[in-house]
């Protein structure tokens, strides 16, 4: 069966500093891919989206990431993190050709220190 | 812009009582969703709808119920609340496509809680 593993639970990082989510899946043939963020109290909104072509994709809010198949991988990432990408980030993948049902990562809770 | 709504942030109920949560979006999606959020377990999904009257039981159906009279419309029901049942739920609308191919759209969440 499909799966996504976000192995980081909590990252802090310092503001301006770089910052990468990890992201792997498991799934046999090429994956969709996302990337949603949830701010404190909110629901949740897509940073961007991997079906094909380009490897490395760009998202809103300056994110963006990098799909690897040799690795399974699809790592979320910014060069500069902001105070206000404080947040809840979760990787999600197609769950299979037949439905549009989504398998989501149990999440990376990011704080960001002045 | 693409809105789906959820009918309450935050909700208290009591134990046995009958609970009704209430999602709509406005974007004509042919799939809605129900999931439900607790701490280091992710979304869980519990049940989806892809089309009006058909819905598909998700990862955690027990305990739940849902109705789609009406495309944008998608409810779910807690026949008797239970306090396990305390969580945030999450509403999520799509596009019908292959596999997974169209983002989901979501709702801003209820909290419930039941005492």
């Known amino acids: 069966a499909q799966s996504v593993t976000q192995p980081d639970i909590h990252i802090t990082v310092s503001e301006g500093a770089s910052l990468e989510l990890r992201c792997n899946y498991s799934y046999g043939a090429t994956p969709y891919l996302f990337w949603y963020v949830q701010s404190p109290g909110q629901g949740l909104q897509l940073l961007l989206k991997y079906f094909s072509g380009d490897t490395l994709v760009q998202g809103i809010k300056g994110f963006e990431a990098e799909f690897k198949r040799s690795q399974s991988s699809f790592n979320l990432r910014k060069p500069s993190v902001h105070w206000s990408d404080a947040a809840e980030y979760f990787c999600?993948?197609?769950?299979?050709?037949?439905?549009?049902?989504?398998?989501f990562g149990t999440g990376t809770r990011l704080q960001v220190f002045p | 812009d693409v809105k789906v709504t959820q009918s309450s942030r935050y909700l208290v109920k009591r134990t046995g009582e009958k609970v009704f949560l209430e999602c709509v979006q406005d974007m004509d999606h042919e799939n809605m969703f129900w999931y439900r959020q607790d701490p280091g377990l992710g979304l869980r999904l519990i049940y989806f709808s892809y089309d009006v009257k058909m819905k598909e039981k998700g990862d955690i159906p027990e305990g739940y119920s849902v109705s789609r009279e009406k495309k944008e419309r998608f409810s779910l029901i807690l026949e008797s609340a239970s306090t396990n049942q305390t969580s945030m739920y999450l509403c999520a609308s799509s596009l019908s496509g292959t596999g997974g191919n169209y983002e989901q759209y979501f709702g801003p969440g209820t909290r419930l809680t039941v005492t």
């Open positions: 999600a993948v197609g769950q299979s050709y037949n439905t549009d049902k989504l398998i």
